[in-house]
C-alpha cells in the first residue's frame, strides 16, 4: 500500500522568503502525486499534480513542485512567500491501476511572519 | 469555478443517532468521493461512488455507513449509528469521469464537521 511522510509538522518562514515543504511517498509504481493547501476553515484547495512527463510541475499562486523518482520525493516550493500563504498543506498520492482513492500526508502548516 | 458544497458546516449529534452528511457536487463530475480527517490526524479515504454504486472503500467504511445519490445533484453520507468516534471533519469531493485519479483531480468541498456528544 502507498504512503506519504511530511517530516515537517510545522513550519514558520518571513514573508518574502523562499519555501520549500518536503513530501516523501512510498509506493512500488510511478504514483500519482497531488498537493493540497486547507485555510482555517476552507476545504482542500489542489495546487498542483504530477502524473507524468516533465518533472518540475507549476501550480497555482506561484507554487511548484520536483518530483525526484530517486529519493521518493515531491517538495513543494515557492521563491517568496506571501502572508496569504499562511495555511496547512497536504501531500496526496494516487495509486492509479483503476483505483482513485488518495492517501494523505499528515501535513505541514505554513506560519508567515511580517 | 464550480464548487462542491457541503450541509451542514457543522453537526451535533447525540452518540447512538443517525446522521446524513449532504454534499453538492460539481455539476459535470461522474466520481464522488467521501474523507474524513479526525482533529489531529491524516486526511483519510472513506468510499468512492461512481455509476450509482461504490467503486472502492476503506477498511473505516463498514457496516455504519452508507452512501446514496438520492437525486441527479446530491450525494450523502449516512452513518446510521453514530460512536464518539466518529467525530471529524468530513470532506467530499469529485472528480470527471474518465481518465485516471492522476489526469482527473479531486475537487473538495469545505467539509462538515460533525461533533458527537
Known amino acids: 500500500a502507498q504512503s506519504v511522510t511530511q517530516p515537517d509538522i510545522h513550519i514558520t518562514v518571513s514573508e518574502g522568503a523562499s519555501l520549500e515543504l518536503r513530501c516523501n511517498y512510498s509506493y512500488g509504481a510511478t504514483p500519482y502525486l497531488f498537493w493540497y493547501v486547507q485555510s482555517p476553515g476552507q476545504g482542500l484547495q489542489l495546487l498542483l499534480k504530477?502524473?507524468?512527463?516533465?518533472?518540475l510541475v507549476q501550480g497555482i499562486k506561484g507554487f511548484e513542485a520536483e518530483f525526484k523518482r530517486s529519493q521518493s520525493s515531491f517538495n513543494l516550493r515557492k521563491p517568496s512567500v506571501h502572508w496569504s500563504d499562511a495555511a496547512e498543506y497536504f501531500c496526496?498520492?494516487?495509486?492509479?491501476?483503476?483505483?482513485?482513492?488518495?492517501?494523505f500526508g499528515s501535513g505541514t502548516r505554513l506560519q508567515v511572519q511580517p | 469555478e464550480p464548487e462542491v458544497t457541503q450541509t451542514p458546516s457543522h453537526q451535533v449529534t447525540q452518540m447512538g443517532q443517525e446522521v446524513i452528511l449532504r454534499c453538492v457536487p460539481i455539476s459535470n463530475h461522474l466520481y464522488f468521493y467521501w474523507y474524513r480527517q479526525i482533529l489531529g490526524q491524516k486526511v483519510e479515504f472513506l468510499v468512492s461512488?461512481?455509476?450509482?454504486?461504490?467503486?472502492?472503500k476503506s477498511e473505516i467504511f463498514d457496516d455504519q455507513f452508507s452512501v446514496e445519490r438520492p437525486d441527479g445533484s446530491n450525494f450523502t453520507l449516512k452513518i446510521r449509528s453514530t460512536k464518539l468516534e466518529d467525530s471529524a471533519m468530513y470532506f467530499c469531493a469529485s472528480s470527471e469521469g474518465g481518465g485516471t485519479v492522476g489526469n482527473q483531480p479531486q475537487h473538495f468541498g469545505d467539509g462538515t464537521r460533525l461533533s458527537i456528544l
Open positions: 496526496a498520492v494516487g495509486a492509479g491501476k483503476g483505483r482513485r482513492a488518495l492517501t
Open positions: 461512488f461512481y455509476n450509482n454504486e461504490i467503486s472502492e
Open positions: 504530477y502524473f507524468s512527463g516533465d518533472t
